[in-house]
């Protein structure tokens, strides 16, 4: 890894580099929420100045950029006696994905592992990853952000360059050569000691504003042990089933696949469909069965993949903290809340 650091105004040229010939995804505002606080969602930007380098988490991940809510895997035309499939893997050009937090890029590795890195990897997803150039962005913790018992709340690969604000300059670090060469289009300098003891500094200021925390210990056992535990029946009793934990998680990749036939019988689509494990009939299979009728062996299945299957699976829990699903939760179920019950420290065991 190679580090660099540079005057704030670079970042304004960096940008307009970036955005010459590529498509720029980044942080916005969009809106305010009832009590005037900004609400921030990644989005197409053009102008530097749209860009929030402040932003707190977004309500939606990124997710939809590399593994859309919606997207057709083929599509058929039929003509006479003959028919065409047709794949598209959905991405017209390279784009760039401009400040994202450590906990949004260590979800993307994790993504990686099942959708780029497993025996079926998945086309769609690759053909969108080998097109992005990431260049993450260090945040302020909120108080619902446990990325830190998460191992989440740094990101060691995963992004082209990784910015961190000292205050009246960046200090970046690179790690792949397409970062190092945009870089040489703008002014930067080897850090000095005084650049390493501010970045310390920063980090370390960072590491006191963590408060949320899940005890992740021996967690994957704990559940093993605890299957039967009256604690899901608690949690899945206020459970509305909406399904809008896994839509704003991002590393939620559940899918189901359509496919629908035109009433002309000229053409056809398949198409994935991003689902969630919560929803009524998300177990129901052909014939009308449904394997998870109730709420709470769904939203226990929901835990289980998470921090029970996944670990068993890729030695690591496919949830890194962001307290999305706890923020936009209507029933205000938060992972923090269920992990302590299920421990037996929270007050629902
Ligand atoms: S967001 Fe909350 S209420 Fe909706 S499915 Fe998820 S846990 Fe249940
Ligand atoms: S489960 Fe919740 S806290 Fe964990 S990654 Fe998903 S949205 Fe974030």
């Not at 065409?84 to 993504?111: M, Q, T, W």
């Not at 205050?167 to 970062?179: H, K, M, N, P, Q």
């Not at 198409?271 to 394997?291: P, Q, R, W």
Request: charge should be negative; charged fraction near 25%.
């Amino acid at each position: 890894m190679i580090f660099r650091v540079f005057e704030k105004e670079e970042l304004r040229q960096l940008f307009d580099i970036l955005s010459d010939h590529n498509r720029v995804v980044g942080p916005v505002e969009a809106g305010r929420d009832r009590n005037g606080r900004p609400v921030y969602a990644f989005s197409d930007v053009r102008e530097f100045n749209d860009i929030r380098l402040n932003h707190t988490v977004t309500k939606l991940p990124a997710k939809r950029y590399f593994l859309p809510f919606k997207e057709d895997l083929a599509t058929f035309t039929i003509e006479k006696d003959n028919w065409h499939k047709s794949i598209a893997y959905n991405i017209e050009r390279p784009f760039v994905l401009f400040g994202l937090h450590p906990c949004d890029i260590n979800a993307l590795n994790k993504l990686d592992k099942v959708l780029l890195h497993s025996v079926y990897p998945m086309p769609y997803y690759a053909a969108k990853r080998k097109n992005m150039f990431i260049i993450g962005l260090d945040c302020v913790p909120q108080p619902y952000c446990f990325c830190r018992s998460m191992g989440a709340d740094t990101a060691l690969h995963g992004f082209d360059m990784f910015i961190t604000d000292l205050g009246s300059r960046y200090f970046v670090e690179i790690l792949t050569d397409t970062a190092y060469n945009f870089l040489r289009h703008i002014r930067t300098e080897e850090p000095g000691e005084e650049d390493h003891i501010l970045y310390m500094k920063v980090v370390a200021e960072r590491n006191e504003k963590f408060t949320a925390h899940v005890d992740t210990t021996d967690l994957a056992k704990i559940l093993d042990m605890e299957f039967q535990s009256d604690v899901w029946k608690y949690w899945g009793d206020r459970c509305l089933a909406c399904g809008t934990c896994a839509n704003v998680c991002p590393t939620c990749y559940c899918y189901g696949v359509e496919e629908t036939v035109e009433i002309n019988l000229k053409g056809a689509r398949k198409t994935k469909m991003l689902y969630s494990c919560n929803v009524i009939d998300f177990a129901e299979v052909a014939g009308g069965h449904n394997f998870r009728p109730e709420r709470h062996t769904r939203l226990k299945y929901r835990y289980y993949h998470k921090h029970r299957g996944f670990v068993e699976a890729f030695e690591e829990s496919l949830c890194v903290g962001c307290g999305r699903c706890g923020e936009s939760c209507l029933a205000d179920i938060t992972v923090p809340e269920v992990i302590a019950s299920v421990r037996g420290s929270g007050g629902n065991e």
